[in-house]
């Protein structure tokens, strides 16, 4: 099981940019996703990307502004994030399941990660 360490968190003005960082122990798990908490609200699904195929996904509210990739020498995932808004303020997790790929059908829900990291928190004022 991946131990996940997130990075790169913090505070920008609503426009701005900011790129998260998840390094995976053992880079073992071939579905990895970025979820985010906001107070009083459920975790969401942001983005995914199955390691051996390059086919990410997205949640509504983040496509076309964010995206996921992934460095397998250094063993991290990203998400690159544009044009932050005030409702993207959260706490961003990193996520691993071990499957060949991230199915369609479930990458958006969070029961189906085995592994997690702490969190890093952004915020995005207007």
């Known amino acids: 099981q991946d131990r996940l360490v997130e990075s790169g968190g913090g505070s920008v003005q609503a426009g701005g940019t900011l790129r998260l960082s998840c390094w995976a122990s053992?880079?073992?798990?071939?579905?990895m996703a970025w979820f985010r908490q906001a107070p009083g609200k459920e975790r969401e699904a942001v983005a995914a990307l199955s390691r051996r195929i390059n086919t990410p996904y997205y949640g509504d509210s983040v496509k076309g502004r964010f995206t996921i990739s992934l460095d397998d020498p250094k063993s991290t995932l990203y998400l690159q994030m544009n044009d932050l808004r005030p409702e993207d303020t959260g706490v961003y997790y990193c996520a691993a399941m071990s499957v060949p790929y991230c199915i369609p059908t479930v990458w958006a829900r969070s029961d189906s990660y085995t592994s997690w990291g702490q969190g890093t928190q952004v915020t995005v004022s207007s």
């Open positions: 053992a880079y073992a798990s071939n579905c």
